[in-house]
């Protein structure tokens, strides 16, 4: 793989660019016109451990393995767009290194000659080490495209102190992804301090917040600081908002947009010092024509929102989150579990995999996980149990095909491993893959 095609004679970068990479802090490369790896800096040289064959290898070949550009096999290639655009581009991407593949923020910049004219690109690679592809408990876990954008939203986010809103359905991993934003700012030396909003008292919620004075209720002994002193130079997570009350609205506000507050019985103003992250699986702005939340409110949390996948989205990262949730037992998922679990809708999302994994690792007596460890397995299994593209009727060959095609890029592969096993190329899989999208096969 980090070998590239081979040509005549390629290529030598001028000295002047391929000793400015040194000055870059990240790992970067140096990049032709037609994808070709000119240099890399030292940096580069010590996260990777090994050097591209300069001046022959391209830059999708090193990173994907791809004998072509990325944007010709179902991703975001920065280089084309860059080209395009005339402009910076930056992408998150999931490279194959060494060590194995890795989540990447991808920045390419071009570089122009004395008539204005593109002659190489600058890539600068920040690999995000809060998300992992590969089995990490208790990490950001994925590969997916779904689950790589929102990785990619993070990063974008996380240097700034803009207000992030994270969306998606309970169980998607929002505080996890709290968690790695708080981790990835620069904040991260500060204090995570979460806040459940959903179920709580209104008397509760705004003494929890905010802290309360001695003698401000009956049982009020002694002076309490709130979660706000507590995230004082690190990250308040307010997750599910959408649940605090609406007359609550409006002193959440005035925190927001003022910086200051009191504690619940007390006089003295105090400042806030805190990034917000909240997160809701509500549709806020419904709830604004409603008029259940405050469109003042809505607009002062909602500056950058990420939204989570769920999981049926996300299907291609089944295998590997599996793994994790069954890493520390000595039981592995059968091919037939995973058939069955690509059959079923999830609505309890990830966490319900999760309890899904424990309770089939409790049930099954050998090493293997089947069909029958699962709750699901008599809904979306036949009485025979074929497997879930199998029909279980008379159709059209092609269909048949269509419905095999797309249960075999649901089972985890590298799009190279899964070309290779249907006995095709990487770009025809790829076409009939985004035809079964476009037809909403």
Known sequence: ????????????????????????????????TDYRVLATNQRYVERYGQVPELGRSRCHEVSHGYDTPCDENGESCPLAVCRASGQASRVSHVHHTPRGPEHC????????????????YVEIIQPIDVAHAETRRGQLLGRSRAFSASVGMLRRAAPSEVPVLLLGESGTGKELMARALHHSSERRHGAFVPLECSGLPEALFESE???????????????????????SGGTLFLDEIGDVPLSLQVK?????????????????????????????????????????FRRDLYY??????????????RLEDLPLLCRAFLAGTD????????????????????????????????????????????????????PTSQPAWMPSEILPLEQVVDRYLRWAAGQGLERRELASALGMSERTLYRRLRALREAGK
């Open 105 to 120: 923020d991808i920045t390419l910049r071009p570089i122009r000659d004395g008539q204005g004219r593109i002659t190489a």
């Open 1 to 32: 793989m980090w070998q590239g095609v081979r040509m005549s004679s390629p290529p030598k970068p001028p000295p002047d660019l391929a000793s400015s990479l040194e000055e870059l802090r990240d790992p970067a490369i140096l990049l032709s």
């Open 300 to 313: 002062r949390i909602n500056t950058f929102p990420i939204p989570l996948p769920p999981l049926r989205d």
């Open 209 to 231: 917040l905010f802290g309360y004075e001695k003698g401000a209720f009956t049982g009020a002994d002694r002076r309490t600081e709130g979660l706000v002193d507590a995230a």
């Open 252 to 292: 959440l506000l005035r925190l927001l947009e003022s910086g200051t507050y009191r504690r619940v019985g007390g006089k003295e103003v105090l400042r806030a010092d805190f990034r917000l992250v909240c997160a809701t699986h509500r549709d806020l702005l419904e709830m604004v024509s409603a008029g259940s």
């Open 331 to 382: 039981k592995v998922l059968s091919d037939e579990a995973l058939t069955v679990l690509q059959s079923w809708d999830f609505p309890g999302n990830i966490r319900e995999l999760k309890n899904l994994m424990q309770r089939a690792a409790l049930l099954a007596d050998g090493a293997r996980i089947l069909p029958r460890h699962l709750p699901m397995a008599a809904c979306v299994q036949s």
